[in-house]
């Protein structure tokens, strides 16, 4: 009852899903693929905008915060008290309509560390099977790769010659290269491979929720916020949910899941009353389940970026003009192909700082176009002067942060503090990574390619002035995760079990990034989507996927 009216009903479905982003949208798949009736509750709009297709539309959707929750994260004294943007899908497809498109699974080591930790299932030799389900490869299966799952993965198609010379500067400069770091080897320089297929982003939205659409065991509600877990008795019957201002509840025979993302499961637990007591009695919100592990536990993989003036004239800096651009998403929609049919990012690196790691520990995220670049059109507004750049992206940071309330209104935006490069070791491994890769732009291969280093510049050589750079210019890769972590039996900070159930309520799990229990070695859309697959069968009380170990074992380089 709202205000002694009956609330309307949305209806009674087996799963009331909140969230039709990556994970969201794997399980309202897999879940009516399994016979059982879902309610996908999704805060934004269908994903009809042509410049979520696009991949080179992310030049506008990114800077413009477009299908986006609009959140920043809080001044933060780890990087000169600056409040970096923390953009998050708000839109069909979630974060994998607005996201990079980048391909990667991590580094085994990290799932066998999620295993130790008392997560049984979740050993690499478990969860391969479900990114090998969950995968479509260009190349098609093999023991490490899907070729049958709905998500399309390519390697980059972007032409532009500097690309090979960087792989090779790579090796110039002692490291490897790898020839599939989503394979038996995940260190080193290799060609970057992207969720787009046919020239179109491939988000989990395409992949996953429209194939399902057919199924009359799915609804899906766009504009629909939700609000509140309805719990009785101690299990979660239902979500309380807005849509165009009308109050509405949406009824779970079976389950209840939260798949709002790293921000929004944590606040909604909390507005439902899970969380940590002293923070929700300061908001007025009763108690249901104390838990202080509820928002806490925030990793974000934190970079920064050098960047160079070009010599050599790039393909983007031609193609950014804009009579050319338009022709080119003409083409990019027509023909499927093209500059706007893909992004600049091109080459990734898995590096480790120090030879004696068992991981890599930084990645790099080689850009082939110069930051900020915009379109021009001669005689009016002319090009930024072309360059090119690299991102290091600090792998596994021990700094952690949290997600607050900063009301108990569902409208106000929450509390995000990211506590960034409080950790010693987290400081030394970004500012090694960056002389890394300023080893690599030395290498004589890149020289044809390069003017000048323009950030941090050649003044800044020692610790102190490269510190100064990272804390002054370090923006997020847009990986937080592990605000609702899972944790074994004897982790009391857990939010989630093995099983991604809530602890102390009945009918309620948490399927997205925010039940990582730690950050693994590389972009997360992957992973997210792993777990949701694998979610998916723990839901249906179907049998794991049979584990990958005879295969795999004694074949895993670093
Ligand atoms: C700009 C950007 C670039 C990125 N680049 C890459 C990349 O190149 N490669 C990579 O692997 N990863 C990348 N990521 C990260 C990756 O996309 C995310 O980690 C992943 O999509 C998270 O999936 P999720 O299911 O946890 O959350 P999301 O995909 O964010 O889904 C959450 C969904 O829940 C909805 N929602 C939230 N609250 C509510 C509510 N109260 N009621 C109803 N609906 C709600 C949201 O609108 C959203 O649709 C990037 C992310 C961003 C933002």
């Not at 031609?318 to 998403?329: P, S, V």
């Amino acid at each position: 009852m709202a205000g002694g009216t009956p609330i309307p009903d949305a209806g009674t479905y087996d799963f009331v899903v909140v969230g039709g982003g990556s994970a969201g949208c794997v399980l309202a798949n897999r879940l009516t693929e399994g016979g059982a009736s879902v309610l996908l509750l999704e805060a934004g709009q269908w994903d009809r905008d042509p410049l979520i297709h696009i991949p080179v539309g992310i030049g506008k959707i990114f800077p413009q915060r477009l299908h986006d929750w609009g959140y920043f994260m809080e001044p933060d004294p780890g990087i000169d008290g600056r409040g970096i943007e923390c953009a998050r899908g708000r839109v069909i497809g979630g974060s994998s309509s607005i996201n990079v498109m980048a391909y990667v699974r991590g580094h085994h080591s990290d799932y066998d560390r999620w295993a130790r930790s008392g997560l049984d299932g979740w050993s690499y030799a478990d969860v391969l099977p479900y990114f090998r389900r969950s995968e479509n490869w260009e190349g098609g299966g093999n023991a490490y790769r899907g070729g049958e799952g709905p998500l399309r993965v390519q390697r980059t198609r972007y032409r532009d010659g500097i690309l090979a010379d960087f792989i090779e500067a790579g090796r110039q400069a002692g490291y490897s290269v790898t020839t599939d770091y989503n394979g038996a080897q995940q260190e080193g320089f290799d060609y970057i491979q992207e969720t787009i297929h046919a020239g179109r982003r491939n988000s989990a939205a395409t992949a996953y929720l429209r194939p399902a659409l057919r199924r009359k065991k799915l609804r899906v509600i766009v504009g629909a916020r939700a609000d509140r877990i309805e719990i009785t008795d101690g299990r979660a019957t239902g979500i309380r949910f807005t849509q165009g201002g009308r109050v509405q509840l949406a009824q779970a025979r079976r389950e209840v899941v939260l798949a709002a993302g790293v921000i929004n499961s944590p606040k909604l637990l909390m507005l439902s009353g899970i969380g940590d007591p002293a923070h929700l009695a300061g908001h007025g919100i009763g108690v249901t389940i104390a838990n202080p592990g509820v928002g806490a536990n925030l990793r974000d993989h934190l970079s920064v970026m050098a960047s160079y003036r070009r010599k050599s004239p790039s393909w983007f800096q031609q193609e950014m003009r804009y009579d050319r651009l338009a022709m080119a998403m003409l083409k990019s929609l027509l023909r499927k192909d093209g500059f706007a049919s893909d992004v600049p990012i091109g080459v990734t690196a898995f590096l480790k700082t120090q030879p004696d790691l068992a991981a890599p520990d930084v990645q790099f995220l080689f850009l082939a176009a110069p930051f900020p670049a915009r379109p021009y059109l001669p005689p009016f507004t002319s090009p930024v002067p072309d360059g090119f750049g690299c991102r290091v992206a600090l792998l596994r940071p021990e700094s952690a942060g949290s997600i607050s309330l900063s009301s108990a209104d569902p409208d106000a935006k929450p509390r995000i503090t990211p506590n960034f490069l409080t950790s010693e070791r987290d400081r030394d491994t970004l500012r090694e990574g960056l002389r890394i890769l300023r080893r690599t732009m030395g290498q004589p291969v890149m020289a044809p390619h390069i003017i000048e280093e323009n950030a941090p510049g050649a003044a800044a050589q020692d610790d102190e002035a490269l510190d100064a750079f990272i804390r002054a210019t370090s923006v997020t890769v847009h990986h937080p995760a592990g605000t609702c972590r899972m944790g074994g039996a004897q982790d009391s900070r857990r939010v989630v079990d093995g099983h991604l159930r809530v602890a102390g309520v009945d009918g309620l799990r948490i399927v997205d990034a925010s039940v990582m229990p730690d950050l693994v070695g590389g972009n997360i859309n992957a992973v997210v989507m792993m777990i949701a697959e694998k979610a998916a069968d723990l839901m249906l009380g179907r049998p794991a996927l049979a584990r990958a170990d005879d295969m795999h074992r004694g074949t895993l380089a670093a």
